[in-house]
């Protein structure tokens, strides 16, 4: 079947974060919204008639986990990253960061370590330090738009443990971290007793051949030490369909977490977070792949209009993920400016690289999962700005 992504639907009055806040969030709603990380694609069909079906029935009683489930996430996760997971590893958790609010209260004390390593998704550092605890910046090396993980800065750091938050694949740059890089990095907090919670939402969506790499697999010390959480939402635009779950092979901290889980009624899913999970991931491959093409396309319709079009920004290519991350830096402005140039003057709804973190300063996150018309209209805009 092929799937249409040119059609433009209108999200307006939907109750859409990303088109019906724009007033209150940036202050003006005359924006074309390239900012939440969902897609303006179709739901997939298989999905949505998933839905259908079972509101054919009309009861909506007390559910149970449908006995296919776990079978088709450990399929999904096989299949697609050689990924060996048993099925008493699996929970499922109501949305990524409320999880990781959930393991920074059961494995740490307020003032306790949370390390992240900006630029890096800001609901980390946000959820940390409305929780009380101590947010320890280990910038990512930066040099010509490539990132990398200061080991260095890690190893330097005293601390009596606590938690990492890893993303993996990276947002807002879309790096795919390589083996070499977690193994390393999984010694590190085992060394220093660092819990690890691996953000793996994009790791199904990993571009032009690129392999995402599930962190709990680099190492026994990763494995062992480690906390992952992964989701059908952005690959299969159902974030509004809460679908996450985690995974964790070591019995001690799993009974410790899924047993706080379970004490507070949030290890069960709603039923349609079922319905949706086991559809996508039972009918999904043909859907990613089309979906993945039309995205490398999309970035690369980017590239070859800011290298020819919008001199001083630089389009860096993700290895994973719909999002693009530019380098702005060439056009001389401060962040203010910056901001006020996409929003004021191109009418643009994009992400402040500065909210990913001090870092972030000099580049904005653009969103490219859009039909390419309305693409081209992001980036004539800006043009104008620019002009």
């Known amino acids: 079947m092929k799937y249409n992504f040119d059609e433009v639907i209108e999200r307006r009055g939907t109750g859409a974060l990303k088109t019906d806040r724009l007033k209150e969030r940036f202050g003006r709603d005359d924006l074309l919204a390239a900012w939440v990380a969902d897609m303006d694609f179709a739901t997939p069909p298989f999905i949505i008639d998933a839905l259908k079906k079972r509101l054919e029935h009309p009861i909506f009683g007390y559910g149970v986990e449908p006995d296919e489930y776990r079978p088709l996430i450990i399929a999904w996760e096989k299949e697609l990253h050689d990924w060996n997971i048993k099925p008493e590893w699996i929970s499922y958790i109501p949305g990524i960061v409320k999880g990781l609010g959930f393991v920074i209260n059961v494995f740490t004390q307020p003032g306790d370590d949370v390390f992240i390593m900006p630029p890096v998704y800001h609901p980390f550092r946000i959820t940390a330090e409305l929780n009380g605890r101590n947010v320890v910046n280990i910038p990512l090396i930066e040099k010509d738009g490539n990132y990398s993980i200061d080991f260095e800065k890690l190893e330097s750091v005293h601390t009596t443990g606590g938690v990492l938050i890893l993303s993996n694949p990276h947002n807002p740059d879309g790096r795919i971290w390589t083996k070499d890089e977690l193994s390393r990095l999984a010694k590190i907090c085992k060394q220093k007793n660092i819990l690890v919670i691996s953000d793996e939402i994009h790791a199904d969506m990993a571009l032009w051949g690129n392999r995402h790499v599930p962190?709990?697999?680099?190492?026994?010390?990763?494995?062992?030490?480690?906390?992952?959480?992964?989701?059908?939402?952005?690959?299969?635009?159902?974030?509004?369909?809460?679908?996450?779950?985690?995974?964790?092979?070591?019995?001690?901290?799993?009974?410790?977490?899924?047993?706080?889980?379970?004490?507070?009624?949030?290890?069960?899913a709603p039923e349609f977070s079922y319905v949706a999970t086991c559809a996508a991931y039972k009918e999904g491959w043909e859907w990613r792949k089309q979906m993945l093409d039309y995205v490398e396309k999309n970035i690369e319709a980017v590239e070859e209009f800011c290298e020819k079009e919008l001199p001083g920004i630089k389009a860096l290519r993700p290895e994973a993920s719909f999002l693009i991350w530019l380098d702005c830096r060439n056009l001389g402005l401060s962040q203010p400016q910056l901001v006020d140039l996409f929003l004021n003057k191109a009418r643009v709804a994009l992400n402040d690289g500065a909210m990913f973190g001090n870092e972030g300063e000099g580049f904005m996150r653009l969103n490219v999962a859009m039909p390419k018309k309305k693409l081209m209209e992001v980036l004539e805009r800006i043009k104008e700005a620019l002009a």
Request: aromatic share 12%; glycine share 4%; charged share 20%.
């Open 215 to 268: 962190y709990m697999t680099v190492s026994d010390e990763a494995r062992d030490n480690s906390i992952t959480f992964c989701a059908p939402s952005k690959v299969f635009n159902i974030p509004g369909i809460v679908s996450s779950f985690a995974v964790v092979p070591n019995p001690e901290i799993r009974d410790k977490f899924y047993g706080w889980l379970k004490a507070n009624e949030l290890n069960e």
